[in-house]
């Protein structure tokens, strides 16, 4: 995805400028992400949709850029649900996740959730018996956990060993048993998203025939009168080298051709990646607020910290940045500075974990400067815990899509 590096930089200093104190905000590059969804969802093949996991990024705003681009929105909560349903009423919805509660379940019924997808038996029976209050007959997918032949490298395993994830496939039989007589329920198909942050287009390819291949499978020797499957998410971005991310080009020609080699053009697949979709049309912005030197180290603080953005933690690596020089200094101390040195940056909370990049080389960075931490479109706002500490919650900035551009010129 292309950001406007100029327009995000220039919202930056904007908001720093007439902000009362030291700022940091996060800002986001509404038109790169709306034309980014667009070249994903017009590369696929024909039989294929693209859904976006809305606990990637939930923001209203992400998600009116994104309607009418993707096809629907997966979500994984009776709040998702609920927030989804209240803004787009007629958007397709599809409901996943673990441990859904019977409300939840309740709630998706009640609001036309197109598929269901069901992780274990006892969720099948709980929906089974709304369902049948209701006098419907629900679409569900079954989420299954496969065995994999090697597992593809990837730092966040769903499937293809012990996880919570999925119905065990040696339950598959039971399950498509206790069905038969279930009119409430109409199995449409199966879900399978089996690993999260894959980077090699190639492997993930490999992953998507392997789960195509057991599908087909199913469909044959349990004679179902299936023709959809949601192979999830998980497409990666690579933080630690952002010049090498996922190739989703080599990707979607290889797709084509997995779904001619298996003959699959007649079935619906779906996927309903998050990460790829909104990561990169994100940047978390610090001011600088000290810079210390401690044991041989130089130490960058910032305003706000990993309270707000939490994904260089939850990820385990040293999160890319730039320095965004502020020009103009007309406070009463001097103003400290690194310059073609290693530093670490970290925020303002009290453990040695906040920390958001080390040891990275800059050119130099001032107090006062900001920095601009890219690809925090995705798994950053909303997997923080901001209230530790209670230092005030980031500005959220949304730079507007052309199409708003235009209707708000008319
Ligand atoms: C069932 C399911 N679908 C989709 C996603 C989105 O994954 P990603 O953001 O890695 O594409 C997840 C992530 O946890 C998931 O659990």
Redesign the pocket.
Known sequence: MDVSWDRLSAAALGAKAAADGPWCGYIYDLEALRRHARRLVASLPPNCELFY?V??NSEAPVLEALHHVVAGF?V?SGGELAFVRGRFPHAPLVF??PGKTDAELEAALAMGVERV?VESRSELERLAYFARRRGLAQAILL?INLPLPAMPDAP?A?GGRATP?GIDVSLLPDCLAWLRDRPELRLAGF?L?LM??QLEAAKRLELVETCLRAVRDWRERYALEIDDVNL?????VNYRDPARQFDWETFARGLRRVVERNRMEDWRIRF??????AAACGVYAMEVLDIKRTFGRTFVVGRGGTHHFRTPYAQGHSHPFRVLPVDGWARPYPRLEAAAEPVTVVGQLCTPKDVLASEAMVDRVRLGDLLLFPYAG??AWHISHHDFLRHPHPDHIFLPTQEALDVAAE
């Open positions: 996991a606990k990637a997966e994984a996943g996740g997808h989420r966040l769903m994830f879900h998203h999260s942050g999830g998410g998980g497409m990666g309903e990646p998050g990460r790829y979709v995705a798994y």
